[in-house]
């Protein structure tokens, strides 16, 4: 087996197909394919976790062919026009080419925009995440210069289970009253912060605050004395 690497390709959106031909000319034969979505450019960047200059068989090629429609059907283009914000999907690749739709690593990426106050903080990550509690793992919100700028989602779902989501977007009541009470601690935090970073398990659509993990950051600086020309 030749070394294990990781090679990019950038695509407009609805390209996917289109790494079907690089695949075969290149020879890539690959385990894991991931997918981010850059909202501001209408981009999608695709890396392949595998090796190149393989003997790639006509199964294989077609088989990849069709995964790769289904991938972007069932995910990419539900996700882009209906969800609106980046994303990054993951998906394992057994050895014949199949690809693990059952079991997708998912990540959510939405700005707090200018975040005027706590509701606008919020609002458009939680209506974009929120639908999706049920099968997050983990919650990150990120803060610069003492106010909120991220929310990010760590999220493992079946194609089926996106699809229902997307197409009927349903908060439970007890899971925005939980976040919106911890989201105000969180927006007083970041306050006091010029950089913020909280990592928190999420459980069935739970915020376990009391496990939450904490990435402080400390700057040194250069107490050295200097010479000053007078």
């Not at 199964?59 to 209906?82: A, H, M």
């Amino acid at each position: 087996m030749r070394n294990i690497n990781t090679m990019k390709i950038e695509l407009n959106t609805d390209q996917l197909y289109e790494i079907t031909s690089i695949i075969k000319n290149k020879g890539i034969w690959f385990k894991e394919i991931e997918l981010e979505y850059r909202k501001n450019y209408n981009m999608l960047l695709v890396r392949l976790v595998g090796a190149k200059d393989m003997k790639l068989s006509e199964n294989y090629v077609q088989k990849i062919s069709n995964q790769l429609e289904q991938l972007q059907k069932d995910f990419t283009t539900p996700l882009i026009k209906k969800i609106k914000a980046n994303f990054v999907l993951s998906l394992s690749v057994n050895a014949s080419g199949t690809f693990s739709f059952n079991d997708v690593s998912l990540k959510l990426k939405v700005d707090c925009g200018m975040g005027l106050n706590m509701d606008d903080s919020f609002r458009e990550p939680f209506n974009v995440i929120m639908p999706f509690a049920l099968y997050i793992t983990n919650l990150e919100f990120r803060g610069h210069k003492y106010k909120m700028a991220v929310v990010e989602a760590a999220i493992k779902i079946a194609s089926e289970e996106l699809q229902e989501i997307v197409e009927y977007p349903l908060i439970a009541p007890r899971t925005r009253k939980q976040w919106l009470n911890l989201a105000s601690i969180i927006y007083e935090e970041a306050k006091e912060e010029y950089r913020y970073d909280v990592s928190i398990p999420c459980v069935e659509g739970e915020i376990y605050w009391d496990n939450k993990v904490d990435v402080i950051q400390i700057t040194l600086l250069d107490k050295k004395p200097r010479a000053h020309v007078l």
